[in-house]
């Protein structure tokens, strides 16, 4: 098993890194050459900058077991297509369950977008949402 970060804009790269090595699970952070993100302990792969580059990479590299750390819904929906545990930066795992509602409100937004209606951004990222992740991550750890 290893756990790949999608790690374009991900937030939590050290928290990852942290409790992986807790668990001595081997990490591979996977990102552009817009974001070399390089951290000791890991495995960086880097890819061309452009669109979804790094997301087919690591679709192409992740294994049944292995766990992946992505805001992305769209990459998310592939790994758990090929059977992977996949949770974002604010520890929510996604599901099968969850998968649907989630698309469908990156479309609505879209939508929006297109239509010249900006939605606010995200909120500075807080220490419950750091807490939230560290938790789910440790839960998925250890029950394996």
């Known amino acids: 098993m290893n756990i790949l970060i999608d790690a374009d804009g991900c937030p939590v790269v050290d928290l990852t890194l942290q409790i992986a090595k807790q668990f001595g699970v081997p990490v591979i952070i996977l990102c552009d050459t817009a974001h070399q993100i390089e951290r000791e302990g890991a495995q960086t792969l880097v890819f061309d900058k452009g ?20 805001q992305d819904y769209g990459l998310a929906s592939m790994c758990l297509a090929k059977c992977a545990r996949v949770l974002n930066q604010n520890g929510l795992e996604y599901t099968a369950d969850n998968m649907e ?44």
């Open 101 to 144: 509602a989630l698309m469908l409100r990156r479309y609505e937004n879209k939508k929006l977008l297109r239509a010249g209606k900006h939605p606010k951004g995200s909120p500075k990222r807080t220490k419950e949402q750091d807490e939230a992740f560290v938790a789910t991550l440790t839960d998925i750890l250890a029950s394996i």
């Open 51 to 70: 669109a979804d580059s790094v997301d087919f990479a690591l679709v192409n590299r992740v294994k049944p077991g292995d766990i992946v750390v992505t």
